[in-house]
């Protein structure tokens, strides 16, 4: 066996089972979950358009967070504190009027973002605290 015949079979070795494992064909891109040529093409489509909204999704989470811990350090260095729970709740309910139950727990993690890398502790979340 060549070398790049061997480091190709190692290749596939390690490679996660996935398409045929569907029952489709072999294929480089995912699966559309139907043999149906014209329901794939309308999944391809919308697929194309849901990688875009995914890529607009994540690049605004970070730009929010990144705003966010700036806020945060510009009021602890001005001798604030780092939360505002009065503000967070306004935040809240805006996603919970916009989404319903489930944007409570979207905006918990969009808020825990904001909070930074050390917004996960018990110890730092409460020196913070605006209590009222
Ligand atoms: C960004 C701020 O600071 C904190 C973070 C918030 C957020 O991520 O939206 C909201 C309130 C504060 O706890 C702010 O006061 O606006």
């Known amino acids: 066996m060549s070398e790049p015949q061997r480091a190709n079979h190692e290749h596939r070795a390690v490679v996660p089972h996935r398409a045929s ?3 489709g064909r ?3 891109s995912p699966e ?3 043999d149906q040529p014209a329901a794939s093409d309308r999944i391809s489509m919308l697929r194309r358009r849901i990688d875009e909204i995914d890529g607009q999704i994540i690049a605004l989470w970070q730009e929010r967070a990144a705003a966010s811990q ?3 350090a510009t ?3 001005s001798g604030g504190t780092r939360l505002v729970l009065s503000r967070e709740r306004v935040i809240m309910e805006r996603y919970r009027e916009g ?3 489930d944007g409570t727990q979207v ?3 969009i808020l825990r973002a904001g909070r930074g890398p050390l917004g996960g502790t018990e110890s730092s979340r409460d020196r913070g605290v605006e209590t009222s």
Do not use: S
Request: proline share 10%.
């Open 75 to 77: 009021r602890i260095a």
């Open 107 to 109: 905006a918990l993690l």
């Open 70 to 72: 700036e806020v945060g």
């Open 21 to 23: 494992d569907e029952g």
């Open 99 to 101: 989404m319903g139950p």
């Open 32 to 34: 559309t979950g139907t």
């Open 26 to 28: 072999p294929t480089d």
